[in-house]
């Protein structure tokens, strides 16, 4: 059997985009229940784990959208499953769409992409000059503070950590509560801090929602405060997400995360931008597009950029058929 995909990054987080992969139910919510236990599960851990792929991989199924309203859904996949939200995967899926003719887009100007993920239905606004996209805007479902001021016992001493909903639950707090800065030369003991705290308030009651699929914290974001800018708030994160992925871009669900927080903090006024840098130094930028009852509407600033195009196959001899990770 083969498979094709196309690869994209988006700020340096890879996204493999897979087609023509057979998902039951009647909504993308749905689909992703049934693909944790069935066949899309074991081509998930075929596309994603090693050899073919790595511990820190993420990619996305292209599937049927819930109705009319949107182009196409997804099932966005990693090395243990399948989550309910990924920004930079909703950018470069935007990206893909226009590059690919899927959705018809103006030299100048902006396309829209509506896609359908397992949180709702979001948008990536392709935005276009001289035939080339410069940009690609992920406008989120609505996201909302869930928690603040959790204390919570770790193995570099008590912590306070904030639970927000940004389309998957996240754990934040700063990284100089627990003796580090976001830097590359961290990492080890940033993952490992980062599922510590994750496991720690996976139950938490605050992380369970009204939609129990949406239940528990997806990932922990760990933040160090560069200041302000001439336009808002400047930070640099890392994202831990799963059991120890680490998002090479700033995360685009995690972003809008922040925004949420600082926005019910007031460190993000509307008119403002959160200029947001990842742990290799790329950068995303989010705003507050609009006010819910409860929190806000994220919007949040990339670009993605096509890696290359690939063919899969599976030898049927091969003892490695299933994938295997190290982490």
């Not at 987080?13 to 689909?31: C, H, K, M, Q, S």
């Amino acid at each position: 059997m083969r498979w094709a995909t196309e690869d994209w990054h988006t700020a340096g987080e890879p996204f493999r985009i897979v087609l023509d992969v057979p998902t039951l139910g009647a909504t993308v919510a749905e689909r992703r229940v049934e693909a944790m236990g069935g066949s899309a599960d074991a081509l998930r851990r075929f596309l994603c784990l090693e050899p073919r792929g790595h511990d820190d991989m993420y990619g996305g199924f292209i599937t049927p959208p819930d109705d009319d309203g949107a182009d196409f859904g997804v099932l966005f996949w990693h090395k243990d499953g399948f989550s309910t939200a990924c920004g930079h995967g909703t950018m470069a899926l935007g990206a893909w769409a226009v590059r690919t003719g899927r959705v018809d887009a103006p030299d100048d100007g902006e396309a829209i992409v509506t896609i359908d993920v397992p949180s709702g239905r979001v948008q990536a606004r392709v935005q276009r000059r001289d035939g080339r996209t410069v940009g690609v805007v992920f406008r989120n479902v609505p996201s909302r503070v869930l928690a603040t001021g959790i204390r919570l016992e770790t193995s570099r001493g008590e912590v306070e950590v904030d639970l927000v909903f940004g389309g998957a639950v996240y754990a934040t707090l700063p990284a100089a509560a627990l003796g580090l800065e976001v830097a590359p030369a961290h990492t080890p003991e940033l993952i490992r801090l980062g599922r510590e705290v994750k496991w720690a308030l996976n139950e938490h009651p605050d992380a369970k929602l009204a939609d129990d699929r949406l239940s528990g914290v997806y990932g922990t974001i760990l933040v160090d405060d560069l200041g302000r800018t001439a336009e808002g708030p400047w930070q640099r994160n890392v994202t831990v997400f799963a059991d120890g992925e680490v998002d090479r871009s700033p995360c685009g669900s995690g972003t809008a995360a922040r925004v949420a927080l600082l926005a019910h903090t007031g460190a993000l006024a509307d008119g403002e931008v959160l200029t947001h840098d990842s742990i290799i130094g790329t950068r995303f930028h989010g705003r507050v597009a609009g006010r819910t009852p409860d929190g806000v509407v994220p919007e949040i600033t990339g670009q993605a950029h096509r890696v290359g195009a690939c063919e899969f196959e599976l030898d049927p001899d091969d003892p490695l058929s299933a994938g295997f990770s190290l982490r």
